[in-house]
């Protein structure tokens, strides 16, 4: 059980002035920058062979991680085994209404198959019904199933669902659960990542938690929007195309 009285405190005192944005993080410039992104393919309709080409690709230019749906776990492991890139995959994507011990099962059978890092969505429907120990047993739960793996969990709030108070909970609560990074969006809700969403995410959980920004990142200028805002690892389709630009920004 968690006591909610001192997190629901410190959203009240967050909703009237955040903390400041801490020290700006600056990304790597050039081909490097590539070690800041998790270059993904979680369409519905995404092929082996679609995978494959992903991997290679992540391999060429040494993503931080290929993002994949689960079924493409083993593959992205196999065709990974031995490069300097992770497999991360989803889990409860993209509505997150699954059952803590459902997202936790799930979570060890990826784990299991190769991941090495989870992108879990939260229970958004919990988050807005105020059940918010929910929320947190629901985090706490894959939290640690991936802990115990030594695998980072990031934890997804489709922040284009929230109001700023739901935000700022969600935030506090996945931090206080065990979250490694928040994370802003599956890509599949009506909005995606913004310049002030990943602020807010950053001044409230600090420099202890990693913000992934997700959805809607489709350039290098984008890209640089959100690591100027608080970001520290990106997730997007089109990496490759934002490596040529940064390669021509040097």
């Known amino acids: 059980m968690i006591d909610l009285k001192p997190l629901l405190a410190q959203a009240e005192a967050y909703e009237r002035e955040l903390p400041p944005l801490p020290a700006t993080l600056t990304a790597p410039a050039g081909p490097a920058f590539a070690a800041w992104i998790d270059h993904t393919l979680l369409k519905p309709e995404a092929t082996a062979e679609q995978v494959k080409t ?10 931080a991680t290929v993002c994949v749906n ?19 995959s989803v889990v409860s994507f993209p509505l997150g209404a699954h059952l803590p011990a459902q997202k936790a099962e799930e979570a060890r059978l990826v784990i299991e198959s190769g991941a090495t890092e989870i992108d879990m969505v939260m229970n958004i429907g919990a988050m807005k019904g105020g059940a ?14 991936c802990h115990r793996h030594k695998v980072l969990l990031k934890v997804i709030l489709e922040m284009c669902y929230l109001t700023q108070r739901e935000k700022i909970l969600a935030c506090l609560l996945s931090k206080q659960a065990g979250a490694d990074f928040v994370k802003t969006s599956t890509g599949f809700g009506p909005g995606g990542a913004t310049v002030e969403d ?7 959980v600090g420099m202890e938690v990693g913000v992934k920004a997700a959805g809607g990142i489709r350039t290098f200028k984008d890209a640089l929007a959100m690591v100027g805002a608080g970001a520290n690892r990106l997730g997007t389709s089109v990496g490759v195309a934002i490596l040529q630009e940064a390669r021509t920004a040097l």
């Not at 992903?54 to 993503?63: S, T, Y």
């Not at 918010?132 to 199933?145: C, M, Q």
């Not at 990943?198 to 409230?204: D, G, I, N, S």
């Open 54 to 63: 992903l991997c290679a690709e992540a391999r060429e230019h040494r993503f």
């Open 132 to 145: 918010y120990e929910l929320v947190y047993e629901d985090v706490k739960a894959v939290a640690e199933v």
């Open 70 to 88: 689960p079924a493409y776990v083993p593959l992205a492991a196999g065709l990974l085994r031995g490069a300097r890139v992770g497999v991360c």
């Open 198 to 204: 990943v602020a807010l995410m950053r001044r409230v």
